[in-house]
């Protein structure tokens, strides 16, 4: 089975600030990684994802991620936030080979930017 | 394009009820999926339909089960109300193309609550 551990519940970032959102997963077999982004009373939208390849991979909004498979960590950055920018954030594994759709999320991280 | 439509929007139910949740995909979406949202144990997944077909379960009780119909619209009902089922529960869609790195995409949920 797969697990994911979001380190941060709650990130408060002043706006223009850099900020890093941590990732780590845990898993017998490669995973295929993923952000997600809540805004208050919506929907998840997708921000990124990992398949393979390239361990940075640019998403939507100025987001970026590293995978890093040694330290089996997933981070996500953005070198400057803003005010719309807060949200909660998910990070989620699904297992290759596997049919259909079927994520493991972890538990969230609240980002809370500050004027 | 419409996106996921999820109704109704808010539910109040008591203990020992049934509720039935719908969700309208995407047009020429063929996967939904069903995710549980809790402040305890965050987002977790209920199951996966794609062409009326369960296509793959998480780990819930029977009183929980779902459905699609043969143009993909979903449903998902939950018999015998527990306090503990109070919860947001989002649906996703996607093409359903049977790998596991698709992009889904969410509504903006059912916020369901047991009293």
């Known amino acids: 089975a797969q697990s994911v551990t979001q380190l941060d519940s709650q990130v408060p970032v002043f706006e223009e600030a850099p900020v890093e959102l941590r990732c780590n997963y845990s898993?017998?077999?490669?995973?295929?990684l993923f952000w997600y982004v809540q805004y208050p009373n919506q929907g998840l939208q997708l921000l990124l994802k990992?398949?393979?390849?390239?361990?940075l991979v640019k998403g939507i909004n100025g987001f970026e991620a590293e995978f890093n498979k040694s330290q089996t960590s997933f981070h996500l950055r953005k070198p400057s936030v803003h005010i719309s920018d807060t949200a909660e954030y998910f990070c989620?594994?699904?297992?290759?080979?596997?049919?259909?759709?079927?994520?493991?999320f972890g538990g969230g991280t609240r980002l809370m930017v500050k004027p | 394009k419409a996106g996921v439509t999820q109704t109704p929007r808010y539910l109040i139910k008591t203990r020992g009820q049934q509720v039935t949740l719908s969700c309208s995909p995407i047009s020429g979406h063929r996967s939904v999926s069903w995710y549980q949202q809790t402040p305890g144990q965050g987002l977790q997944f209920l199951f996966e339909y794609f062409s009326e077909t369960q296509r793959n379960k998480g780990n819930f009780p029977g009183r929980f089960s779902g459905r699609q119909f043969s143009n993909s619209r979903s449903e998902m009902n939950v018999s015998t109300l527990e306090l503990g089922d109070s919860a947001l529960y989002l649906c996703?869609?996607?093409?359903?193309?049977?790998?596991?790195?698709?992009?889904?995409?969410f509504g903006s949920g059912t916020q369901l609550s047991v009293l």
């Open positions: 996703a869609s996607s093409l359903g193309q049977g790998t596991t790195n698709e992009k889904l995409f």
């Open positions: 990992y398949l393979s390849g390239s361990t």
């Open positions: 989620a594994v699904s297992v290759p080979n596997n049919a259909g759709n079927m994520l493991t």
């Open positions: 898993s017998s077999v490669s995973v295929y």
